[in-house]
């Protein structure tokens, strides 16, 4: 066969190459095939460079590493974003190395088309979200196509106003814990607590509650499951930042990535034997005799309740498994974030006094009269001035500063410009909540000198109003001015009259579109009820003049964010 082979090759190739053996030839068949794969990615890789022209280009570091290694995670890094934006003012391609690209956008109107993609065409990439499967499996956040829109659909009701409004009490109870642990360290003569720590063992202690009804006593004694969970957080950012641990093979080997399979199994096994317990309880509720009787006696109130007994349109459920993934994206998703969006909000309120003390004006208003300092879910719709001021912290210290994604279909953004299918599109927050073109005076305040300050002291509250005001006047002043590179911090921008005519996707901290956070409206009530009763108890005030910012999976502050503390008297009716 063979020798027929070459017999009729030495017809048709010439005689050098037909003179070859079978195995030659097999091997350069290989070789022309691969070659010609290599060929069509090239190809692929420079139309994509060609098309991604109508896209600015920030100065590469060079050919070979483009711009990999400039934006750090770091306190300069977000300056480094800020100047894009300014420079830029809606997007930029990015290179990372010589096969990622990146189009980094910071406008509303160009991460509105992206974000308000059909999720049919919208995917979470791995590149960004990959490290974070092993732990969260098949969940919401990492999920993508009819799987995800499946347990979207399942999910939602929990998360209904009827199932939330239970919650209030628990975030009431979890914060009169922290209060109290707060003041017996007062009274201990430590006054100046880091506010990461203290609040995000609080919000941990009350999504425990409010997912597995389980009280964790984790204020007072974390346990071995929130270790796990804080050692599983610090392991997938520093996974990140090490560009060898991308590497599957290579991470699974090394200390981290045996610590990372330890902490996953805990957690896991944790979350697996709750389920159980619960599927195993509400199976005994359902048989008939004591179905009547289940029913008045309880209530569905947590998580996994409404996870287990949800059903499709077809009346099929979430497998145990499917529950467990949701259950730890819960967990994952809902606590930290939570914890630095109040941490940055009394870390606000506290370089603002005058916010502060209006904030707490209103809520001695609110509770006024009555026996209780409980904030009751009614009572969270009449807090429009606090709720002014957490907006504004969202905005200036987004807990979630960026969100990537990636596109099964080129994707227009205005101007005409199109992103070519697959590209990563990384939606910067933190670049949108800080958008000059958006918001004027996004950090720098231009007053404080050749003001008529009788009483001695501008407070915040005169000073925004100046700012309004100054800003309009701008290409007026003519009074000499000390220009302070300082965040500008202002819930006036949130007053209604302020908003007029802003885009709907100037202010996302939550994201938006079908991929929003399930979880806003529940984090926003715990955000209220927290700084609340806070600002009832205590005032607050800031002990170093300059936080260093630390962008990691959340917003969080190097060295964490201290605030001092002093226990307030409330005032008598
Ligand atoms: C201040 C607090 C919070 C902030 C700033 C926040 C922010 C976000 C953002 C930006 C996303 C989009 C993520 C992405 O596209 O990659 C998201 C998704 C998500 N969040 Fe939140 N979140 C908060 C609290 C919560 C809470 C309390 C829960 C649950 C109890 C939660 C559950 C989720 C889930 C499950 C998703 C994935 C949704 C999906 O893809 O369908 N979040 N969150």
Request: aromatic share 10%.
């Amino acid at each position: 066969m063979g020798y027929k082979l070459e017999g009729l090759l030495s017809h048709v190739l010439p005689s050098s190459i037909a003179s070859w053996g079978v195995l030659q030839l097999c091997v350069l068949a290989v070789l022309l095939v691969l070659l010609l794969r290599v060929g069509r990615l090239l190809l692929k890789y420079s139309s994509n460079i060609r098309r991604l022209r109508c896209f600015a280009q920030p100065p590469k570091r060079n050919w070979l590493l483009g711009h990999l290694g400039i934006m750090r995670n770091t306190e300069e890094g977000l300056q480094s974003v800020d100047e894009l934006v300014k420079t830029y003012k809606h997007s930029c391609a990015w290179f990372l190395g010589p096969f990622y690209t990146l189009i980094r956008l910071f406008h509303p109107d160009y991460i509105k088309p992206l974000l308000l993609a059909s999720a049919s065409v919208t995917y979470k990439d791995e590149l960004f979200y990959g490290f974070l499967r092993p732990w969260l499996g098949q969940g919401l956040l990492l999920s993508n196509g009819e799987h995800w829109s499946r347990h979207r659909r399942l999910l939602t009701p929990a998360f209904h106003f009827d199932i939330l409004k239970n919650y209030v009490t628990i975030f009431n109870k979890s914060t009169d814990i922290m209060h109290e642990k707060w003041c017996r360290l007062v009274e201990e003569g430590q006054n100046c607590l880091d506010m990461f720590e203290q609040i995000s063992l609080m919000t941990l202690h009350s999504l425990l509650k409010c997912t597995f009804s389980y009280d964790s006593n984790c204020q007072e004694h974390p346990s071995e499951y929130i270790a796990a969970i804080y050692e599983l957080s610090t392991l997938v950012v520093q996974r990140e930042h090490r560009m060898l641990y991308h590497w599957d093979w290579l991470y699974w080997r090394t200390d981290e990535g045996r610590r990372f399979r330890r902490a996953c199994a805990m957690v896991h096994r944790f979350t697996a034997n709750i389920v159980q317990k619960r599927r195993a309880a509400l199976n005994q509720q359902q048989e008939p005799e004591q179905q009547s009787r289940s029913s008045k006696a309880k209530k569905v109130t947590d998580f996994i309740d409404v996870l287990l007994l949800s059903r499709d349109e077809d009346g099929n459920g979430l497998t145990d498994e499917e529950i467990k993934a949701e259950a730890d994206t819960f967990m994952f998703e809902g606590h930290d974030t939570t914890a630095s969006g109040i941490s940055w909000i009394l870390y606000n309120l506290a370089l603002h006094p005058d916010h502060q003390d209006r904030c707490r004006a209103e809520v001695d208003a609110l509770l006024q009269g009555r026996d209780s300092e409980e904030i009751e879910w009614n009572d969270l719709s009449n807090l429009p001035y606090t709720t002014m001021c957490i907006k504004e912290s969202l905005r200036l210290h987004p807990p979630v500063t960026a969100v990537t994604r990636r596109f099964a279909q080129d994707m227009t953004v205005p101007g005409g410009r199109v992103i070519p299918q697959g590209n990563i599109c990384l939606v910067s927050i933190y670049g949108t909540h800080h958008n000059p073109d958006i918001w004027p005076n996004p950090e720098v305040c231009a007053v404080f000198v050749m003001l008529p300050v009788e009483s001695g002291r501008t407070s915040s509250l005169q000073l925004s109003a100046l700012i309004w005001s100054l800003w309009k006047l701008e290409s007026q002043l003519t009074a000499p001015c000390l220009y302070l590179s300082a965040k500008v911090y202002d819930p006036m921008r949130f007053d209604p009259e302020n908003s007029k005519g802003r885009s709907s996707h100037a202010f996302v901290p939550f994201s938006a579109g079908p991929r929003n956070c399930i979880g806003q409206n529940f984090a926003m009530a715990e955000m209220k009820v927290v700084v609340a009763l806070t600002l009832l108890r205590f005032r607050v005030t800031p002990r170093d003049s300059e936080v260093r910012r630390l962008p990691e999976l959340i917003l969080r502050a190097e060295r964490g964010l201290w605030l001092r503390l002093e226990p307030r008297i409330p005032p008598k009716d």
